[in-house]
């Protein structure tokens, strides 16, 4: 089978302990025996290795970069949203509370924690690297799509000669269709410069 990855936009955002999760015992493509996770700072660097030897070991094979950064959740959001829906306050006995509800709220301190995220945003030279297995890699960034709760996957590839798209949005695969447009260089100016044959230039 031969395929290939020509664009790709990504988006997808989750957090680092799920990315974890999902590679300790990932389905992975015939072609990838394993996944090597390495941390560069604030980087993330997801490899595949190999599963034939017809690569050499020093053939950088394909693999998926995401940064790394914090996000605080705040871990009483949906109470807050019931307890304030009211116009007002109520106090201990169940009447109205008037008066500093906007100061009692401020030094009421909402429990929070900091998420660290892995962010797998850019295009395909930024998400997906090097061209060895690049295509298997790419079903394995699909599929760790399908378990992001935000972001979106979209892409062109060919697989045995035939295009296809992929969009994949908050965990969900939706329809992509292919569109051929008109190139607007075609239709251009004839009387641009022709940089092949100008006699100014040696």
């Known amino acids: 089978m031969t395929s290939h990855v020509y664009s790709l936009h990504s988006t997808l955002e989750l957090p680092l302990e799920d990315v974890h ?39 950088p ?7 790394v950064t914090e996000n605080r959740i705040y871990l009483d959001e949906d109470e807050d949203e019931e307890e304030n829906s009211g116009p007002f306050n109520t106090g201990p006995s169940g009447g109205p509370q008037w008066g500093a509800f906007g100061q009692q709220e401020e030094e009421m301190e909402r429990p929070s924690e900091l998420v660290e995220y892995a962010c797998f945003k850019g295009d395909r030279e930024t998400v997906l690297q090097n061209t060895a297995l690049q295509y298997p890699m790419f079903e394995v960034l699909c599929r760790l799509a399908l378990e992001c709760e935000k972001g979106a996957l979209t892409a062109i590839t060919a697989v045995d000669g035939t295009l296809e798209a992929t969009r994949i949005v908050d965990g969900e695969e939706r329809a992509a269709r292919l569109e051929v447009v008109e190139d607007p260089r075609e239709n251009g100016p004839a009387d641009g410069v022709n940089w092949r044959d100008n006699k100014f230039i040696s």
């Open 21 to 59: 999760d999902f590679f300790e015992d990932p389905d992975l493509p015939a072609e990838i025996a394993d996944i090597e996770i390495t941390r560069r700072n604030n980087t993330l660097i997801v490899s595949a290795v190999a599963a034939e030897d017809n690569i050499s070991k020093y053939t």
């Open 61 to 67: 094979t394909a693999q998926l970069k995401a940064s």
